[in-house]
């Protein structure tokens, strides 16, 4: 595993600045859509949840 890690490492120091940058600009990007994606689910979670209550009310009318 040690091995690997520092494999990695040594290749990751082979990029150039412009490549780190890209790489950088990607995970950024990615972070901030799952990020955006998990506020989506908890709003439909939510929605979820408002319908069942809804559903359990009127159910038992």
């Known amino acids: 595993m040690l091995k690997s890690s520092i494999s990695q490492s040594s290749e990751l120091s082979t990029l150039s ?3 780190v940058k890209r790489i950088m600009s990607v995970i950024e990007r990615d972070f901030k859509l ?3 994606e998990y506020k989506r689910i908890e709003e439909l979670k939510d929605i979820v949840r408002q319908e069942h209550e809804h559903t359990k009310c009127l159910a038992s009318s």
């Open 17 to 19: 600045d412009d490549e």
């Open 34 to 36: 799952r990020e955006k």
